[in-house]
């Protein structure tokens, strides 16, 4: 079998299927084989893995996976990509399954609970630009079946994932993903890596989900509302953001005063707290304000 992740191989078989890049798809495919076993060696994926690709394109990743996993679930929108994948690139493998559905229409509840039930989970995947960030936030919906996320986006969200405290990247996306895994960058990936090329460069980023939640309050939803709040206006301070944002409040100074009990200058903004801290001010403004 020869692999299909160089240049000329990937515009062969378009060639061969009259196939063209969708850009409704967010279609570039990876024809470096070294970022490739990258970020499969970044991934720790061994035999013992079953691994979700979300958008195997015409398996160019895929391939290598195969040979490193016990199984590989490539889920593809793209219908005629599927036939591609299935009557000739994955052919030759025979613990590849490919699933032709967009994978925020797939029911995942079947798949993990059902399908899945009992396998060890990892996703490695190439994932399309227009929308990392949806794809992200569902397969944490199924942390509890997934060990680790290591996939290519581009690297402007790979940098506000990976973003700490009191950082212009920081925000409500590292918090969102950050409260239940600890995420690592693994590499910068130029566009020329690509075929057709994106007009950024993109990185690898690898997300392990952790065994136990950095939050411990019971309404996540409030913790999170809360985080929007603060980051919904980032250059004013987080007593004008949550007053303006949330009509939760009674006055500016009703804040002020949470702020200063918790230990906060009243002045603070929201991209200088860590996750924990927006837990303890969560916390305190669901006992004090919320359930008077």
Known sequence: MEYIATKNKTKEVMDKYEIF??????????????????????????????VIEVGPGIGNMTQYLATASKKVIA???????????????LKDFDNVEVISSDILKLDLDDLFNNKLKGEKIKVVSNLPYYITTPIIMELLNYRDHIESITIMIQKEVADRINAKPKTKDYGSLSIAIGAFTETTYVTTVPHTCFIPEPNVDSAVIKIDILDKPKLSMENVDF??????????????????????AMNIFESKTQ???????????????????????FETIAMKIEKDILKK
């Open 21 to 50: 890049f969708k850009k409704k798809f967010g279609q570039n495919f990876l024809i470096d084989k070294n970022i490739i076993e990258k970020i499969i060696s970044s991934a720790n994926v061994t035999k013992d893995d079953v």
């Open 75 to 89: 889920i593809e929108i793209d219908k005629d990509l599927v036939e591609i994948l299935k009557n000739d690139t």
């Open 223 to 244: 913790y999170f509302e809360i985080v929007r709040a603060a980051f919904s206006q980032r250059r004013k301070t987080l007593v004008n953001t949550l007053y303006s």
């Open 255 to 277: 804040i002020e005063n949470l702020l200063e009990e918790l230990g906060f200058e009243k002045t603070i903004r929201g991209e200088a707290l860590s996750i924990e801290e």
